[in-house]
Structures are given as structure tokens and as C-alpha cells.
């Protein structure tokens, strides 16, 4: 039982790591930045969206494997 665990701990771990640097990837950079601010036109991005979902969803799992 407590290898199955720690497979399933290791691998929640790898998910969390992989999904905050692809999160990163996906969120534009200008919104990082502040940069939209002196940007006068508002574009709508879904790709920044599915960035904060999988930097949230890392998040999540990172508070959830700290828990365990």
C-alpha cells in the first residue's frame, strides 16, 4: 500500500511541475507584466485562461501532496 502511494504521490508531483511550466507558457505575457495596462485595446485570450486553469490546477495539487 504505501508504494502505491508514493507512485501515486510522485506522479501528482511530476503533473503539478509539468502544468505550472506549460501554465506559463500559455498566459500572455503582457497580462504578467502589466503591460496591458498601456495597451488600449482589450483582447480576450483563451490561451491565458487555460495558462491561470493550469497554474490553479498546479496549485491545487501541489496544497493537495503537502497535505498528504
Known sequence: MAKNQLKSKKLMAVFAAVSFIVG???VDRGSITGNVILNNDFSFSVF???GLLLILC???LTFKIVRK
Do not use: E, N, P, Q
Request: no cysteine; net charge neutral.
Open 24 to 26: 506559463f507558457f500559455f
Open 58 to 60: 498546479s496549485a491545487i
Open 48 to 50: 491565458s485562461i487555460i
